[in-house]
């Protein structure tokens, strides 16, 4: 069976020691319980630390979400603690749990879990990045206390990601909680899926038809005749007239079945990214039928987010939503926080969707591996289109078990997230090398294809051009560094119109590009610094940008840009730019309170909000006396003072949003720097302090 994403109706997170009822279960019939809080940890192996005897007095006590990894994957060295790790903690389920289906499900474990219930070994999870559920049903006692043990291993594997020039933060860094549904249920256990998936056939703005498939089963020892309710529910939780259908369906004892339900609304209202990024709700309900055949009560129901939408890639003129030109922009985002790794929480994640929105960016591409359920739910509700990719990272390990767990993880990806609006590509790979990184691509592009008829296969490559595993997706994508890791900026444009000449009929855009940058490092007119080296001057950062947005705002035949990256992040291999561990090419310091010059670049070209900001704003202590005045704006004209001396206007020369002033002499002492714009009644201004010392 295929199948995707999950949005299942939470309840109320209860004490540790509380005991836990299903009194507060949701309307839906169905109850997910939080598990976070009161867990034992030790980073260590023990053989025996599944038993529920064991005594684990010892161990940490921590709350989820939890890495090992928040400190030394951070400080440097490539010497980050990997291996296993234990967590355990007791629940107490009330009897009135007698009955339901229990189901323990863990939102991300890295890399690898094995889960126990009461010393039952539930099962075993490869993979970091999916949802994966396993029925405890039958180990879980209700009336009693009960030990959940769960080991978790981040060490080498032989599965993707098999190597990374990011930190791998071992831990049960995302939720755990209970689920619990009736015997006559939505399937809860495809691959982590929701069991509902809608399919999208045909949508225009007079009519769209839609496909709603669901998973049913029966845990019981009689069959049952269930009643199928399927609607949509526009933005209002209004039923659209006619979306809807009611259908009788037979289940065996202990059987399942698959339903497929068509639906047509006319005059849909469409999902069109920012600019109106509308949502309806797919509702589907389950209601067992009473022996005297009458219509039964709700036992299970399950929501998912519908965003009607068409797009397509055209080889010369980029992608096109709902039959219109969007310029897909934006950045590459990991999800670590300093001291937290992996661990964070969803005030976390929305400061970093944010700064995307604040930006101007249009789209997302969710680097390296698969992200929360929040995240590409923020994507569906703020109108960021999104590229959603697997951890099938650079090394390639030529072995049945590396291509089938690959293979595996990309099904958990689709079917998890099949009814997200905003994803419309599923990335198959980043960077991979060696010589069997072409059977891979190979293994895993039908995989999309098989899940998913309705998007689009892509894979990101710093290969040569002509490397074949380029031109197996359905679109492809570069990493392209002129000008920081080797060569000029300037081959980048050239670069570009060669591969696009070259390969006429492939649709191809940017998947990474960028510059490291400290902003406690400056330097006037700098060269090209060391990629590896300690001295990464901001300016640097600055100049690239400037280079490639103006090569690739001019060339419409891209069909993404993606900056590389959102913020600097952990890397603990690294040992380059003002800090060791880290990489520091985001546009955005690592701790998320500050935005480097680049930033203001791009929101100044992408975002309709005003403007104005000096560069090199921390680079204030000056030897040259002469310098030049460099602002990003947005305004049609911007004003400069320094030491309240009016210094002109300057247009933007280029429709880049650049205003300079060259020659700018400069006082001894501190000087005030002043810049300012109109924006119709709206005066904006920027203002810094350099000061000028002895050569």
Same mark, same amino acid.
């Given at each position: 069976?295929?199948?995707?994403?999950?949005?299942?109706?939470?309840?109320?997170?209860?004490?540790?020691?509380?005991?836990?009822?299903?009194?507060? /279960?949701?309307? &839906?019939?169905?109850?997910?319980?939080?598990?976070?809080?009161?867990?034992?940890?030790?980073?260590?192996?023990?053989?025996?630390?599944?038993?529920?005897?064991?005594?684990?007095?010892?161990?940490?006590?921590?709350?989820?979400?939890?890495?090992?990894?928040?400190?030394?994957?951070?400080?440097?060295?490539?010497?980050?603690?990997? #291996? /296993?790790?234990?967590?355990?903690?007791?629940?107490?389920? &009330?009897?009135?749990?007698?009955?339901?289906?229990?189901?323990?499900?863990?939102?991300?474990?890295?890399? @690898?879990?094995?889960?126990?219930?009461?010393?039952?070994? =539930?099962?075993?999870?490869?993979?970091?990045?999916?949802?994966?559920?396993?029925?405890?049903?039958?180990?879980?006692?209700?009336?009693?206390?009960?030990?959940?043990?769960?080991?978790?291993?981040?060490?080498?594997?032989?599965?993707?990601?098999?190597? +990374?020039?990011?930190?791998?933060?071992?831990?049960?860094?995302? &939720?755990?909680?209970?689920?619990? $549904?009736?015997?006559?249920?939505?399937?809860?256990?495809?691959?982590?899926?929701?069991?509902?998936?809608?399919?999208?056939?045909?949508?225009?703005?007079?009519?769209?038809?839609?496909?709603?498939?669901?998973?049913?089963?029966? %845990?019981?020892?009689?069959?049952?005749?269930?009643?199928?309710?399927?609607?949509?529910?526009?933005?209002?939780?209004?039923?659209?007239?006619?979306?809807?259908?009611?259908?009788?369906?037979?289940?065996?004892?202990?059987?399942?079945?698959? !339903?497929?339900?068509?639906?047509?609304?006319?005059?849909?209202?469409?999902?069109?990214?920012?600019?109106?990024?509308?949502?309806?709700?797919?509702?589907?309900?389950?209601?067992?039928?009473?022996?005297?055949?009458?219509?039964?009560?709700?036992?299970?129901?399950?929501?998912?987010?519908?965003?009607?939408?068409?797009?397509?890639?055209?080889?010369?003129?980029?992608?096109?939503?709902?039959?219109?030109?969007?310029?897909?922009?934006?950045?590459?985002?990991?999800?670590?926080?300093?001291?937290?790794?992996?661990?964070?929480?969803?005030?976390?994640?929305?400061?970093?969707?944010?700064?995307?929105?604040?930006?101007?960016?249009?789209?997302?591409?969710?680097?390296?591996?698969?992200?929360?359920?929040?995240?590409?739910?923020?994507?569906?509700?703020?109108? =960021?289109?999104?590229?959603?990719?697997?951890?099938?990272?650079?090394?390639?390990?030529?072995?049945?078990?590396?291509?089938?767990?690959?293979?595996?993880?990309?099904?958990?990806?689709?079917?998890?997230?099949?009814?997200?609006?905003?994803?419309?590509?599923?990335?198959?790979?980043?960077? $991979?090398?060696?010589?069997? +990184?072409?059977?891979?691509?190979?293994?895993?592009?039908?995989?999309?294809?098989?899940?998913?008829?309705?998007?689009?296969? $892509?894979?990101?490559?710093?290969?040569?051009?002509?490397?074949?595993?380029?031109?197996?997706?359905?679109?492809?994508?570069?990493?392209?560094?002129?000008?920081?890791?080797?060569?000029?900026?300037?081959?980048?444009?050239?670069?570009?119109?060669?591969?696009?000449?070259?390969?006429?009929?492939?649709?191809?855009? @940017? +998947?990474?590009?960028?510059?490291?940058?400290?902003?406690?490092?400056?330097?006037?007119?700098?060269?090209?610094?060391?990629?590896?080296?300690?001295?990464?001057?901001?300016?640097?950062?600055?100049?690239?940008?400037?280079?490639?947005?103006?090569?690739?705002?001019?060339?419409?035949?891209?069909?993404?840009?993606?900056?590389?990256?959102?913020?600097?992040?952990?890397?603990?291999?690294?040992?380059?730019?003002? %800090?060791?561990?880290?990489?520091?090419? #985001?546009?955005?310091?690592?701790?998320?309170?500050?935005?480097?010059?680049?930033?203001?670049?791009?929101?100044?070209?992408?975002?309709?909000?005003?403007?104005?900001?000096?560069?090199?704003?921390?680079?204030?202590?000056?030897?040259?006396?002469?310098?030049?005045?460099? !602002?990003?704006?947005?305004?049609?004209?911007?004003?400069?003072?320094?030491?309240?001396? &009016?210094? #002109?206007?300057?247009?933007?020369?280029?429709?880049?949003?650049?205003?300079?002033?060259?020659?700018?002499?400069?006082?001894?002492?501190?000087?005030?720097?002043?810049?300012?714009?109109?924006?119709?009644?709206?005066?904006?201004?920027?203002?810094?302090?350099?000061?000028?010392?002895?050569?």
């Amino acid at each position: 069976m295929r199948a995707p994403g999950l949005r299942i109706p939470a309840a109320a997170a209860l004490a540790v020691l509380c005991m836990v009822t299903p009194a507060n /279960a949701a309307d &839906d019939g169905r109850q997910l319980v939080g598990l976070d809080r009161g867990w034992r940890f030790v980073a260590a192996d023990d053989a025996r630390a599944q038993e529920p005897g064991f005594d684990d007095s010892a161990w940490q006590p921590v709350d989820l979400p939890h890495t090992w990894n928040g400190l030394d994957g951070q400080d440097g060295g490539n010497d980050y603690r990997r #291996g /296993a790790g234990w967590y355990r903690r007791h629940l107490s389920l &009330d009897r009135s749990f007698v009955g339901r289906r229990l189901y323990l499900q863990f939102d991300g474990a890295s890399l @690898m879990a094995d889960v126990y219930v009461n010393g039952v070994h =539930l099962g075993n999870h490869r993979g970091g990045f999916a949802r994966f559920r396993f029925d405890a049903t039958d180990a879980l006692r209700p009336g009693s206390d009960n030990l959940i043990a769960v080991r978790v291993d981040n060490g080498e594997l032989g599965i993707p990601p098999a190597a +990374s020039d990011f930190t791998l933060f071992g831990g049960l860094y995302r &939720d755990v909680g209970l689920l619990s $549904t009736a015997p006559v249920q939505i399937s809860t256990m495809d691959l982590g899926s929701p069991g509902v998936f809608v399919e999208q056939r045909e949508v225009s703005e007079g009519s769209a038809r839609i496909v709603v498939r669901a998973e049913l089963e029966n %845990h019981g020892s009689q069959p049952r005749e269930v009643d199928v309710r399927v609607a949509v529910l526009d933005a209002a939780r209004a039923p659209v007239g006619g979306a809807d259908s009611t259908f009788r369906v037979h289940l065996a004892p202990n059987g399942s079945d698959e !339903v497929a339900k068509p639906l047509a609304l006319a005059r849909p209202h469409l999902w069109n990214a920012r600019a109106d990024p509308y949502l309806y709700t797919v509702r589907v309900e389950l209601h067992p039928v009473a022996p005297n055949g009458a219509a039964g009560a709700l036992s299970d129901a399950v929501e998912q987010p519908l965003g009607l939408r068409s797009f397509s890639v055209d080889p010369e003129k980029g992608f096109f939503l709902n039959g219109r030109y969007l310029d897909l922009r934006g950045f590459n985002r990991h999800q670590d926080w300093p001291d937290m790794g992996w661990a964070i929480s969803e005030g976390q994640e929305k400061v970093d969707f944010d700064l995307m929105m604040e930006a101007g960016a249009t789209a997302v591409r969710v680097s390296h591996y698969q992200q929360s359920q929040y995240w590409y739910s923020l994507c569906d509700r703020e109108g =960021l289109v999104a590229w959603a990719e697997i951890p099938s990272w650079q090394k390639v390990i030529g072995t049945p078990a590396y291509t089938e767990n690959a293979q595996a993880q990309l099904r958990e990806m689709i079917r998890q997230n099949f009814n997200h609006p905003s994803i419309c590509f599923w990335g198959i790979g980043n960077e $991979t090398y060696g010589p069997d +990184s072409d059977p891979l691509v190979v293994a895993l592009n039908p995989v999309v294809h098989e899940e998913d008829p309705g998007r689009l296969s $892509t894979y990101a490559s710093n290969g040569d051009n002509e490397d074949p595993k380029n031109w197996r997706t359905d679109v492809v994508a570069f990493n392209r560094y002129f000008g920081w890791y080797g060569g000029k900026m300037e081959d980048f444009g050239p670069w570009l119109d060669k591969t696009h000449a070259d390969h006429p009929k492939a649709a191809f855009g @940017m +998947s990474e590009y960028g510059a490291g940058a400290s902003i406690f490092q400056h330097a006037e007119n700098p060269a090209r610094p060391e990629a590896r080296g300690p001295f990464h001057p901001e300016e640097y950062q600055n100049l690239l940008h400037e280079a490639y947005w103006s090569a690739m705002r001019s060339r419409p035949y891209l069909w993404c840009k993606f900056i590389w990256c959102l913020h600097d992040f952990a890397s603990d291999g690294r040992n380059e730019g003002d %800090h060791s561990g880290r990489n520091d090419k #985001g546009l955005v310091t690592y701790d998320r309170r500050v935005r480097k010059d680049a930033f203001y670049y791009y929101k100044a070209n992408w975002s309709p909000e005003p403007v104005v900001h000096i560069t090199s704003c921390r680079f204030a202590e000056r030897k040259d006396p002469v310098t030049e005045v460099k !602002v990003y704006s947005n305004a049609p004209r911007v004003a400069l003072e320094v030491n309240g001396a &009016d210094l #002109g206007s300057r247009e933007d020369p280029g429709g880049g949003h650049v205003f300079r002033w060259a020659g700018v002499t400069l006082a001894p002492g501190e000087n005030k720097v002043s810049a300012r714009a109109q924006f119709g009644d709206k005066s904006v201004s920027d203002s810094c302090i350099w000061a000028l010392g002895t050569p």
